[in-house]
């Protein structure tokens, strides 16, 4: 499986972005994914999460209720809506593969990695 992240930009406090991760090649729609980052300097960290039906969804405590996480099927395609952004969610997100149906919160349950797209809140 090949993930393609996008997404990414500049944005000021206060907006929003989409980003997108879509899934080629051997693609598994048993499987779980989820949305990690790393800041500079910081651990990979764990963002949100989507079962593999899509039913299921787990956040972050610092993103609940600004970020939302789904899945579109046909595309094989996995997004992540962030909204009130804060300059502390600066970092480089990565999407993932869960090696199960569901998508916990730690990296080791993932099994394959997209590039990474940049995501910068300044003013």
């Known amino acids: 499986v090949q993930l393609q992240a996008s997404g990414g930009g500049l944005v000021q406090p206060g907006g929003s972005l989409r980003l997108s991760c879509a899934a080629s090649?051997?693609?598994?729609?048993?499987?779980?994914m989820g949305w990690f980052r790393q800041a500079p300097g910081k651990e990979r960290e764990f963002v949100a999460g989507i079962s593999w039906n899509g039913r299921y969804s787990s956040y972050a405590d610092s993103v609940k209720g600004r970020f939302t996480i789904s899945r579109e099927w046909a595309k094989s395609t996995m997004y992540l809506q962030m909204n009130s952004l804060k300059p502390e969610d600066t970092a480089v997100y990565y999407c993932?593969?869960?090696?199960?149906?569901?998508?916990?919160?730690?990296?080791?349950?993932?099994?394959?990695w997209g590039q990474g797209t940049q995501v910068t809140v300044s003013s």
């Open positions: 993932a593969v869960s090696r199960s149906a569901v998508a916990g919160s730690g990296a080791a349950e993932y099994k394959n």
């Open positions: 090649g051997r693609t598994s729609s048993n499987n779980g």
